[in-house]
């Protein structure tokens, strides 16, 4: 089975998570998915393949040296965004892609006009969507990539390497794939997500991450009535949101500008909630806005009175770079080292979002990540150039082989 066919047959499942789920993983569907990811790794004949009760996979593909070299890990996620569809995936291949739009489905069209990015493919084989759901390249092309260059190690016993670990979680989407993470079982010195964007990439810094949940307190009362009564809910929702600044959101920010960004609103005249996340690169700046979020509902309850909103703020994730810089760069130039050899120009950047590897630095785990290849993630115009995977898979069987202490 090649890379494609793989990854094609994991779209299949939807494996869709959900963010107000108090269960683990959030969704029971993503658990067929793992079923079947777990007999597949056993197929392909990984060792101590496990799965526990919570959808967590581990496996080993055992070390073919004596010498004694750093276990190292590669982590993937399997449950793809709750902001786009994930059921019924119809994914298609355009090869040779010819720099010109691509018509997805009828009355559906992706142009690089709008995404230019997809010039920077041309000649090269790009599996698109059908413009109905997400394609789920986030991050299942990061399990393809994974497997199969287990598979491929397997089948060229010459590579010399240690013993490698690999591991599947749920949950990633909603920020809680590494909450479960037995780090102590999966038993590695450092590890890799494969969870970036656009061939090249390498991330050791992210956004800190915190949730906001404001919720408001109205009272009802007839229209025809309400002079002096009514407290409007929803109108009170819409001036907590003006509140915000409107030149710090997602779409009017880049780099390592930080934001609000506001997910949802469920209101009537009774009560609404909006849900926020906060995002910033620095500490500092990061609490100032969990501060401010907080100041924004005390003079909310100054002017409508103590009680009316209440703003339930929780930190998620913190910036890896925190962990990774002090000790444990040597991480990285085992990565730039790789992709230098298989010939792939690295692109060193700050993730605008967050991985399970922030988490996991912060649990003692080193966990830097590399590019899946999927770009335009958590929509229909999602797509992964079918070079960018292989050259993914590439570079995990370089970085087992530099760990080995071998090299061509």
């Not at 010399?160 to 599947?168: M, V």
């Not at 794939?177 to 780090?183: L, W």
């Not at 590897?357 to 590019?371: D, E, M, R, V, Y």
Request: negative net charge; proline residues 4%.
């Amino acid at each position: 089975m090649d890379i494609v066919e793989r990854f094609l047959n994991y779209t299949k499942f939807d494996t869709q998570s959900a963010e107000d789920s108090q269960t683990v993983p959030s969704t029971s569907k993503q658990l067929i998915f793992a079923e079947y990811l777990k007999k597949e790794l056993e197929r392909e004949g990984l060792d101590d393949v496990e799965m526990d009760e919570k959808g967590y996979i581990y496996a080993t593909l055992k070390a073919n040296i004596k010498e004694q070299v750093p276990t190292i890990g590669f982590i993937s996620h399997y449950d793809t965004s709750p902001d786009c569809s994930g059921a019924g995936i119809k994914p298609q291949i355009v090869n040779n892609y010819d720099g010109s739009d691509i018509l997805l489905s009828e009355g559906i069209t992706m142009s690089p006009k709008k995404f230019p990015e997809l010039l920077l493919h041309t000649g090269e084989d790009l599996i698109v969507t059908d413009g109905t759901t997400l394609l789920g390249a986030d991050d299942k092309a990061g399990i393809a990539e994974i497997v199969q260059a287990m598979v491929y190690l397997q089948a060229h016993k010459d590579i010399k390497h240690g013993k490698i670990r690999i591991a599947f979680n749920p949950d990633e989407e909603i920020g809680m794939g590494a909450h479960h993470f037995d780090v102590e079982r999966f038993g590695c010195k450092w590890a890799y997500t494969m969870d970036g964007g656009d061939v090249g990439e390498l991330e050791f810094e992210n956004f800190n991450a915190a949730s906001a949940k404001i919720s408001i307190k109205g009272i009802s009362v007839h229209p025809g009535y309400a002079k002096g009564k009514m407290v409007n809910a929803n109108a009170l929702a819409a001036e907590f949101a003006k509140m915000l600044p409107e030149d710090e959101t997602p779409e009017t920010t880049e780099g390592y500008q930080g934001f609000y960004h506001l997910l949802g609103i469920t209101s009537n005249i009774e009560q609404a909630k909006l849900s926020y996340i906060i995002r910033d690169h620095d500490r500092d700046r990061f609490d100032d806005r969990k501060r401010f979020i907080q100041r924004c509902a005390e003079q909310m309850n100054e002017k409508y009175g103590e009680g009316t909103v209440t703003a339930e703020v929780n930190d998620q994730y913190y910036n890896m770079k925190e962990k990774i810089e002090p000790d444990a760069m040597h991480v990285i130039d085992v990565v730039l080292k790789a992709m230098q050899e298989v010939g792939v120009s690295p692109k060193v950047r700050p993730i605008r979002g967050g991985t399970d590897g922030a988490q996991l630095s912060f649990k003692g785990l080193p966990c830097p990540n590399i590019f899946a290849g999927g770009i335009n993630f958590h929509g229909p115009y999602e797509f992964v150039p079918v070079q960018s995977m292989e050259k993914a898979m590439q570079v995990i069987v370089k970085i087992c082989q530099l760990v080995g202490g071998f090299n061509d």
